[in-house]
């Protein structure tokens, strides 16, 4: 069984930082692509960051500067710094995975995790 376990959200005041992380466990082959979604309420869901399988990334203005993407084998990052009321929403992880089992490649989700920037 494929699954994507985040962690990492919390609170954290305006100006701090928060390092999300996720772990893609189960018979995966290779990690095509890994990226971080947030939705806020009200909001529809969007694309803050994404690293490709080369290690290129891309990330929405609104983060430039301040958010950065990484992945160490099987496992996801999201350093956050700089951190403004805006920020706040959950976090979404997804990564597209190719299994072992199939070769055939398929879109993961994370459980989401809150994070809350609030004085």
């Known amino acids: 069984q494929v699954q994507l376990v985040e962690s990492g959200g919390g609170l954290a005041q305006p100006g701090g930082s928060l390092r999300l992380s996720c772990a893609a466990s189960?018979?995966?082959?290779?990690?095509?692509?890994m990226g971080w979604y947030r939705q806020a309420p009200g909001k529809q869901r969007e694309l803050v960051a994404i690293i490709g399988s080369g290690g290129s990334t891309n990330y929405a203005d609104s983060v430039k500067g301040r958010f950065t993407i990484s992945k160490a084998q099987n496992t996801g990052y999201l350093q956050m710094n700089s951190l403004k009321p805006e920020d706040t929403a959950v976090y979404y992880c997804?990564?597209?995975?190719?299994?072992?089992?199939?070769?055939?490649?398929?879109?993961?989700w994370g459980q989401g995790t809150q994070v809350t920037v609030s004085s």
């Open positions: 997804n990564a597209i995975l190719t299994l072992e089992s199939t070769q055939l490649s398929y879109s993961y």
């Open positions: 189960g018979s995966i082959f290779s990690i095509n692509s």
